[in-house]
């Protein structure tokens, strides 16, 4: 697609969403416009001058914030009518595992974002560095579901969501081994990826099980199921790696 394509492509989709969104503020409270606009201006200005967010250093912030918190949030609204801390706990795993799937991305493109002074996270601390902050990342999204927890701000029912430490484990064991080279880092990519697929749905499960007032020894039942199912992906992915791994002399 041409930039004037994808230009036009893009202000079809925010009319959509507008409408979307004017729509859900006449049927279920004009305070829903406030996330939509902080969502519209981020996203809109995350490429656009004269802000550039996505070349300052700051586009990662924003897509943890649009497709982490701020959707939790408005899809609490839509169903409650009121904004509550309680949907903005749960939310923040998830927004840092969405930053995260945004930040392993941008190892491979160090250099060409460099060139074109697009200045990333990952440009501004050097690949070395920023394959630390990965890790930094990985510890920010547990600590997010323990502390919580321990401050009885939400239901301990979501540390179901620390059953993908397996997961977090193998992209950080890549991303500190790999971060220079494409090919190697692979596993981390699909790593972080399903992390943030997987953790957020077990956080959401744990949910669904107390609003079905579901027994604790449930909860452990199905913890252990979705750690077996992380382990078993680290087996699976550290075993494809290794099968597809160059021959060492």
């Known amino acids: 697609m041409s930039p004037r394509e994808v230009f036009a492509e893009a202000i079809v989709f925010f009319i959509l969403g507008g409408g979307i969104g004017i729509y859900l503020a006449y049927t279920r409270g004009w305070e829903v416009l406030i996330l939509g606009v902080i969502g519209m201006g981020s996203?809109?200005?995350?490429?656009?001058?004269?802000?550039?967010?996505?070349?300052?250093?700051?586009?990662?912030?924003?897509?943890?914030?649009?497709?982490?918190?701020?959707?939790?949030l408005g899809a609490y609204f839509?169903?409650?009518?009121?904004?509550?801390?309680?949907a903005v706990w749960p939310s923040i795993p998830v927004a840092i595992l969405i930053?995260?799937?945004?930040?392993?991305?941008?190892?491979?493109?160090?250099?060409?974002?460099?060139?074109?002074?697009?200045?990333?996270?990952?440009?501004?601390?050097?690949?070395?560095?920023?394959s630390k902050g990965y890790?930094?990342?990985?510890?920010?999204?547990?600590?997010?579901?323990?502390?919580?927890?321990?401050?009885?701000?939400?239901?301990?029912?979501?540390?179901?969501?620390l059953t993908t430490i397996p997961v977090a484990v193998l992209a950080s064991r890549y991303a500190l081994k790999h971060y220079d080279k494409s090919l190697p880092l692979i596993p981390a990519y699909a790593a972080t990826v399903v992390n943030h697929?997987?953790?957020?749905l077990f956080i959401a499960w744990s949910y669904i099980l107390i609003g079905l007032g579901r027994?604790?020894?449930?909860?452990?039942?199905?913890?252990?199921?979705?750690?077996?199912?992380?382990?078993?992906?680290?087996?699976?992915?550290?075993?494809?790696?290794?099968?597809?791994?160059?021959?060492?002399?």
């Open 43 to 72: 996203g809109f200005f995350y490429t656009a001058p004269p802000f550039r967010f996505v070349s300052r250093g700051y586009g990662e912030v924003f897509i943890g914030l649009n497709f982490g918190v701020l959707m939790t």
């Open 78 to 86: 839509v169903q409650t009518q009121v904004f509550a801390w309680e």
């Open 99 to 130: 930053t995260a799937v945004l930040y392993i991305n941008e190892f491979p493109d160090h250099d060409a974002d460099k060139a074109v002074e697009k200045f990333t996270i990952v440009v501004r601390l050097g690949r070395e560095r920023a």
């Open 135 to 161: 890790v930094v990342l990985m510890v920010a999204v547990y600590s997010s579901i323990i502390i919580p927890i321990i401050l009885n701000l939400t239901n301990w029912y979501t540390i179901l969501g």
């Open 197 to 200: 697929l997987f953790t957020g």
């Open 215 to 249: 027994e604790p020894i449930c909860v452990l039942i199905w913890g252990l199921g979705f750690l077996a199912l992380s382990s078993g992906f680290y087996v699976f992915t550290e075993r494809k790696a290794k099968a597809a791994a160059p021959p060492s002399d």
